[in-house]
């Protein structure tokens, strides 16, 4: 692992976000992840759009539900993380999930 690090070129601030990512949740210091991506059902549906969201559409009972379960992160797109950002930040890692459908500019 030393190795890999001497020799790598991933700054300081990336190098602590990953340790960040392995310290949480249950399998916090095994070397394994569980990431609860949100995808599909949210962004591509009809609902999303034009149906009452179910509560598991909220983006605070999704991160409460990856914190319940253990979970070292959540992977949702910027705009609904930047929601519970603040309150959930310091209880586990936010990965911000970018496909195509994002503009990026």
């Not at 598991?56 to 319940?68: M, Q, R, T």
Request: aromatic share 6%; hydrophobic share 35%.
């Amino acid at each position: 692992m030393s190795r890999t690090r001497a020799h790598g070129d991933r700054n300081s601030r990336r190098l602590g976000n990953l340790q960040r990512l392995c310290s949480m949740g249950r399998l916090a210091g095994t070397g394994d992840w569980s990431i609860l991506p949100v995808d599909q059902g949210v962004e591509h549906s009809g609902g999303a759009s034009f149906a009452k969201n179910p509560a598991y559409f909220d983006p605070e009972n999704i991160v409460k539900l990856a914190i319940e379960g253990g979970c070292n992160a959540v992977a949702y797109t910027c705009g609904v993380l930047g929601v519970v950002a603040r309150k959930y930040a310091h209880k586990i890692t936010f990965v911000v999930k970018i496909n195509r459908n994002e503009l990026l500019t």
